[in-house]
C-alpha cells in the first residue's frame, strides 16, 4: 500500500503493516525535509504517541527519519493530544508527530510548528515520502516525557523506554 492512500482528513491512517520499517524511515525523512523548505527548523521536532503499542514500529521509523534528516528529536513517550500540543507550544518545536493505534489501525497527525498538515501539505509530504529526495543532516533522539505544567519538557528517562 503506498502512503498516499492513506492520507485521510486529520493526517495518515490505516492498518498497522501499511507502515513498514522503510515506509516510516522515508516518511520521517519527507517530514524533516518538508519542515525545511518550509523554514520550519527553529527547534525540536517532537513525537509522542498514545495508544495499544501497534504504533511503536511508526515511531522508531519516523524518529530515525527526522534524524537523518538533521534534527534533535524528543519523544515525548504516551501522552495525550491536549499534553502533545502544550509541549508543542513550551518547547517552540519546528513541528512535530502524534501517532496513535487502536487495534490494527495506526494515525499519525503531523505538524509544521503548532499547525497540523492537512491537505495539500499533507499530500506533498506523501509525494515526497514516494518520491525521495530528501535533506541529509545530522540530528539527536532524546527520549523525555512531557508531563506539563512544569514549563518545560521532563527529566531525561533513563530507562530508555518511553
Do not use: W, Y
Request: proline fraction near 2%; hydrophobic fraction near 40%; aromatic fraction near 4%.
Amino acid at each position: 500500500m503506498k502512503l498516499s492512500e492513506l492520507v485521510r482528513d486529520a493526517g495518515l491512517q490505516g492498518p498497522a503493516g501499511a507502515f513498514t520499517s522503510a515506509s516510516t524511515l522515508r516518511l520521517g525523512r519527507a517530514a524533516g525535509t518538508l519542515l525545511r523548505r518550509r523554514g520550519e527548523h527553529r527547534g525540536p521536532v517532537l513525537v509522542g504517541r498514545g495508544g495499544d503499542g501497534a504504533e511503536l514500529g511508526v515511531r522508531d521509523g519516523l524518529c530515525q527519519g527526522l534524524v537523518m534528516s538533521g534534527f534533535d528529536v524528543v519523544d515525548l513517550g504516551h501522552v495525550d493530544g491536549a499534553l502533545f500540543l502544550l509541549a508543542l507550544g513550551e518547547e517552540a518545536a519546528s513541528g512535530g508527530a502524534l501517532i496513535g493505534s487502536s487495534g490494527e489501525s495506526v494515525q499519525a497527525i503531523f505538524f509544521g510548528g503548532s499547525e497540523a498538515l492537512e491537505d495539500e501539505p499533507l499530500v506533498e509530504l506523501t509525494q515526497l515520502a514516494e518520491g525521495g529526495g530528501f535533506c541529509v543532516g545530522c540530528g539527536s533522539l532524546t527520549l523525555r516525557p512531557f508531563f506539563g505544567g512544569a514549563g518545560k519538557v521532563g527529566a531525561s528517562n533513563t530507562r530508555g523506554e518511553a
